[in-house]
């Protein structure tokens, strides 16, 4: 059984500046910008300080938001997250919980009852990758750039929002950014290939059974309902699940451009939001691959890229995208 | 005596959530990595006094 919402959007906030360093269209930092607002707290998923793993965490003052903003794609430790939340609930506390529909769920189990200071908010998830993987991933990078891994964001949106890649800054005497177009990026392109998810992933129950108040993904199918919407900073399809949820995006209206459309033109583009990814055949061959070769020699084994242009292209959509903003 | 709850079969049947570590009062669950480098729950016997709370919040169970 899928759970239709109540209402489909597609919005992003007024202010590019927040919107420019979000996965999509900037959702979640209102959201928890109005939580904060209310003296309430936020939970969601920071990368840990040596980049090396997620990890929950809660934030109360706005100066902290930064560091849960833009999706991570590992799947995050939640250590004593839920109980955390539980103690929060029962005192009071107005709390904002951000993850993925499994961890919405969990959460909800453990609580055992609704509390009207709590909102959750989950996203489309399209399976979560290997920590393990990412660790791999990092020390064979930090080894090739003979520097630390300092920042990662996955959904960098300096070639555009829908033409995102991994921007990766590393320490050493100097700092240096690298920029990895998303079909350039080897640990991206694992997890495209759905050979690093976890394996109930493969067989998602929270897709069958939403408990979120909303949920927020990528409008990529943007550009068939509102055209006009996509000035290449990023549209979020917003999910609406319960009045709750409809209350709460009523409340940062006012900092949003915002169009209803129907579900199915929402999630047209983006069908994680009912199906569960396929597990390829090569899955747990790749996984005992991964404790016994190198990251490099993974990579070689089983991502067979074929270099495209993939510069001239991105720069041609650039310039699309900037005549968008300029006609208007 | 009580039987040690069976948290999953296969490991499709876990999510991670950790609902099951955090409502257990003992402390009986740990929440472990294994080689694939994802956590499950594992119950220590010792602590585990078979309330199966633990079952009870599993989001896969209910």
Redesign the interface.
């Known amino acids: 059984m899928q759970s239709i919402p109540i209402k489909t959007y597609a919005a992003y906030s007024l202010d590019d500046a927040v919107r420019s360093c979000s996965s999509s269209g900037a959702i979640f930092s209102l959201l928890a910008e109005l939580i904060l607002d209310r003296q309430g707290v936020v939970y969601g998923v920071k990368m840990s300080a040596d980049c090396y793993g997620a990890e929950f965490t809660s934030v109360t003052d706005r100066a902290e938001l930064g560091k849960l903003r833009g999706s991570k794609y590992l799947?995050a430790?939640?250590?004593?997250?839920?109980?955390k939340v539980?103690r929060d609930l029962q005192v009071g506390k107005t709390v904002l919980f951000t993850g993925t529909g499994?961890?919405v769920?969990?959460?909800k189990?453990?609580l055992?009852q609704d509390y009207d200071n709590l909102i959750c908010v989950d996203v489309i998830c399209h399976g979560v990758p290997?920590?393990?993987?990412?660790?791999k991933y990092v020390a064979s990078k930090e080894q090739q750039q003979g520097e630390k891994l300092k920042r990662v964001n996955f959904r960098c949106k300096d070639l555009g929002w829908s033409n995102f890649g991994v921007k990766e800054v590393f320490q050493g005497i100097v700092i240096k950014e690298e920029y990895i177009p998303l079909k350039e990026s080897s640990y991206m392109q694992m997890f495209l290939h759905n050979y690093s998810l976890?394996?109930?992933?493969?067989?998602?129950?929270?897709k069958k059974?939403k408990q979120s108040d909303v949920t927020i993904a990528d409008f990529w199918g943007i550009n068939d309902v509102a055209v006009e919407m996509n000035d290449e900073l990023g549209v979020s399809l917003v999910l609406i699940r319960s009045k709750k949820g409809e209350k709460v995006i009523g409340d940062i209206s006012k900092g949003l451009c915002l169009k209803e459309v129907s579900y199915e033109a929402g999630v047209k583009k983006n069908p994680s939001e009912y199906y569960s990814v396929a597990k390829p055949p090569q899955r747990e061959a790749f996984?005992e691959d991964?404790?016994k070769i190198s990251y490099l020699e993974l990579s070689r084994k089983y991502l067979t890229t074929k270099k495209r242009p993939f510069k001239a292209v991105a720069k041609k959509k650039i310039k699309a995208g900037l005549e968008l903003l300029f006609r208007e | 005596m009580a039987e040690i709850p069976i948290l999953f079969e296969?490991?499709?049947?876990?999510?991670?959530?950790?609902?099951c570590y955090?409502?257990c009062s003992k402390g009986a669950i740990s929440?472990r990595?294994d080689?694939?480098?994802?956590?499950y729950p594992v119950i220590d016997k010792e602590k585990c006094v078979s309330c199966y709370s633990c079952l009870h919040?599993?989001?896969?169970k209910?």
């Open positions: 799947q430790k939640v250590g004593d997250t839920y109980r539980r499994c961890q769920n969990g959460l189990g453990l055992g290997s920590p393990a993987l990412w660790r976890r394996p109930s992933c493969y067989q998602c129950r929270a059974e996984f991964m404790t | 296969r490991k499709e049947e876990c999510c991670g959530c950790t609902a955090a409502i929440m990595e080689k694939e480098g994802f956590e919040v599993c989001p896969f209910s």
